[in-house]
């Protein structure tokens, strides 16, 4: 068994499905060309026929990056593999994923079928794939809670009609590590022609094992993994490639390596959890901001005396740099173009970059120090520009004691609105006097609020989910001003309404 393990990463397809976090193409193809640097095998690129804008990224991931595969899924359908091989068009090495559920609850109640009749639709899928592509992918959705003996059955099939990759999936999250990894064992010894074929793992988190079990597979015979940057994904998410990655350099005892640049782990995080506008928690193992902060007494002693003492690996083997270039209002176009490539972010328009550097000035006048973070938003305001619905200016009066009362000013496709009201509180009062303009039934279903990092003057985030004619829309606002980032999430959510 090769000691190889491939890095397939799902980022931008099963990572994408998270309610608010969608890309467009340009923002998609910005993570793609990252995940390339960083060194990922494969690029999960989309599912092309669930969407016009799923195929077109598809296609332009697929001229954007050079050596990684591309990877577009499908289900067992033929359609489906056509539209998928025309998205992959463009690709230099290009991977059709299609599958079908083989658990006995998706056969019985997804697919009101029976086992034999599921094993001859994944061998014509396969071998329908096969018409078109060399690499192509079949994944037994479900196969976490698939009996294994039938789990074996359709492996073996589907790697004669000439799967070249074969994912089992723990769909739920249920399997507990040792199954997982027996699971994986038992394909191993019992699939003839298992050597024809990678095994590959596709681990949820709904019961916080998918890194454990996404281990245990490979420790079992598997050699690639499906994973995302920050462990993103449907429901709880998915096996964290920072995770996978940390633990093999780690443990270098197991013997296993991937083709990853760790000291892009960093950048890359925080790209993604930008655009997405999809925060980091703190405690997040290898990513978040306390990953490697000390703040107990014994602990901080120890560090002091022999950093080993209480930290397994250098923060600068996963991009954290100790020496970092703090940027102040003092700093030029120069310190924030380079810091904002060390982030990922590469932005060859001049014209673009001043107008970042402006809003750059304006944010380090208030504030004693620009974050990494702080930059990656600012990298991100650009995406407003051709809004319809824009803040020119917001105005609160709030006191104990007092009824908050807000004035604000909108600009509507060139034509300005001015409006007041009164609220519970100064959010409250801003918002109503928004309404008041846009005079839209909305019911905000969700507000949350997340402090970039520690210090009060700096940037905080705010995330809403609205309801809107029967429609629920996720928008993001990012401001020092905590009530001016709630009124850009909700403006954020009214732009995504098609206001004519």
């Known amino acids: ?22 890309l467009n193409t340009v923002e998609k193809i910005q993570v793609a060309k990252q995940l390339e640097a960083l060194g990922v095998d494969v690029i999960e690129a989309g599912f092309p026929i669930s969407s016009p804008g799923d195929f077109n990224s598809v296609r332009e991931i697929s001229k954007a990056v050079t ?14 593999i056509d539209v998928a091989v025309d ?55 479900d196969a976490g809670r698939t009996d294994n003996e039938y789990l074996a059955r359709v492996v073996e099939a589907v790697i004669k009609a000439g799967a070249t990759v074969v994912n089992i999936p723990d769909t739920t999250g249920y399997c507990l590590p040792y199954e997982y990894g027996e699971k994986i064992k038992y394909l191993c010894d019992h699939v003839d022609g298992v050597e024809n074929a990678i095994l590959s793992t596709h681990c949820h988190n709904d019961l916080g094992m998918a890194t454990a079990n996404t281990l245990s597979g490979v420790l079992n015979g598997a050699r690639q993994v499906e994973v995302t940057i920050n462990g993103i994904g449907e429901r709880a998410g998915n096996t964290s490639l920072e995770e996978i990655a940390m633990i093999l350099k780690c443990h270098k005892g197991i013997g296993i390596d991937t083709n990853i640049n760790t000291t892009k782990i960093c950048p890359t995080s ?10 980091v928690q703190p405690n997040k193992a290898i990513v978040g901001r306390n990953a490697f902060a000390h703040s107990s007494g014994i602990h901080q002693d120890g560090v002091l005396k022999n950093v080993e003492t209480y930290e397994i690996m250098n923060p600068k083997d996963v991009g954290l740099d100790d020496n970092a270039i703090v940027l102040t209002a003092r700093s030029g176009r120069a310190a924030l173009k380079y810091r904002m490539g060390v982030l990922g972010i590469n932005i060859s328009d001049e014209a673009k970059i001043d107008k970042i550097y402006q809003e750059f000035l304006k944010l380090a006048d208030q504030k ?19 809004r319809a619905v824009s803040l020119d200016y917001l105005q609160v009066t709030t006191g104990k004691g007092f009824k908050s009362v807000a004035s604000i000013g909108l600009d509507i496709s060139g034509q300005k609105f001015e409006e007041a009201a009164t609220g519970n509180g100064p959010v409250d009062a801003a918002v109503k006097a928004l309404k008041k303009v846009i005079q839209k039934k909305m019911i905000l279903k969700e507000y949350t609020v997340q402090a970039i990092t520690k210090g009060s003057d700096d940037l905080g985030k705010v995330h809403v989910q609205v309801e809107y004619d029967g429609n629920l829309y996720y928008g993001f606002g990012a401001n020092t001003d905590i009530v001016t980032a709630s009124v850009e999430a909700y403006i954020d959510c009214i732009n995504k309404f098609r206001i004519k």
Not at 91 to 96: D, F, V
Not at 270 to 279: E, G, I, K, Q, T
Request: net charge neutral; aromatic share 8%.
């Open 1 to 22: 068994m090769s000691d190889r393990l491939f890095i397939f990463d799902t980022t931008l397809r099963d990572g994408e499905q998270v309610p608010g976090c969608q």
């Open 67 to 80: 050596w990684p595969t591309i990877c577009a899924l499908t289900r067992a359908v033929e359609k489906d």
């Open 87 to 141: 998205s992959l068009k463009y690709a230099k090495r290009k991977r059709i994923h299609t599958g079908i559920g083989t658990s006995d609850l998706h056969i019985k109640y997804k697919f009101n079928s029976n086992r034999e009749e599921i094993i001859e639709r994944a061998v014509a899928a396969v071998k329908y794939a096969r018409r078109f592509v060399d690499d192509v992918e079949f994944y037994a959705e």
């Open 270 to 279: 925080r790209m993604v959890s930008s655009l997405m506008n999809m925060p």
């Open 368 to 386: 004693k120090e620009v974050t990494d973070d702080d930059i990656l938003v600012l990298a991100g305001a650009d995406r407003a520009d051709t």
